[in-house]
């Protein structure tokens, strides 16, 4: 199973990378937030990974209040973005 962890960890962290990389490149606004919720659920999976090597319960609580105020997060951002037409 540390194999497995290990291996994801390593895709998520390019994946990371390649987040930062076109963030460091964005024109816009939107592509910005889009780039930077990636990089932020990248950790947070990064994050669950080293909870499943460890073995502890409470990281996966911890991961699971970051990851639903990651999803509000993008949320209110869209809004922001859009100027609250739906």
Do not use: H, Q, W
């Not at 960890?9 to 390019?14: K, S």
């Not at 659920?41 to 499943?52: G, K």
């Amino acid at each position: 199973m540390t194999f497995i962890v290990v291996t994801t960890v390593v895709i998520l962290t390019i994946a990371a990378l390649c987040g930062i990389a076109r963030l460091v490149t964005a024109t816009d606004e939107a592509t910005s937030a889009a780039v930077s919720d990636l990089i932020y659920f990248c950790a947070i999976s990064v994050f669950i990974a080293s909870a499943m090597v460890r073995e502890t319960a409470v990281l996966f609580d911890v991961a699971s209040v970051s990851a639903l105020f990651g999803i509000l997060a993008t949320i209110a951002l869209a809004r922001i973005l859009t100027r609250g037409r739906r």
